[in-house]
């Protein structure tokens, strides 16, 4: 984990002078397997008690953070990280270092060429 948070500073670092924005989705324990087995289902739903929002957690709940970090909404935003998790990391403090773990998806958005 550590090297993953050092690889996203050096690329917000080494790219903010390109006009590169360097931000991180950092998702809870989603379900997105397409058959999962019942060991699987059962994995994903043992944080709900935890969390703040009480469900499982689904790819779609993922997308509109996605868009907005794709979106000129957020033109001025770089080496941001954010948790999309139904509030496990504020709701459970023991949660925030295994939700860490589950590393993020980055993103590197540029100026759009005219």
Request: aromatic share 6%.
């Amino acid at each position: 984990m550590l090297g993953s948070l050092q690889l996203f500073e050096q690329f917000r670092e080494r790219l903010a002078e390109f006009g590169i924005r360097v931000n991180c989705i950092a998702p809870g324990s989603t379900l997105s397997e397409e058959d999962p087995t019942p060991e699987i289902i059962a994995m994903r739903t043992e944080p709900v008690a935890r969390r703040a929002l009480k469900r499982v957690q689904k790819p779609e709940d993922l997308v509109g953070t996605a868009v907005f970090l794709l979106s000129d909404d957020s033109q001025y935003m770089t080496g941001q990280t954010l948790r999309i998790d139904g509030g496990i990391t504020r709701h459970d403090r023991a949660a925030a270092i295994p939700i860490a773990k589950t590393g993020g998806w980055v993103f590197l958005v540029g100026p759009v060429p005219t």
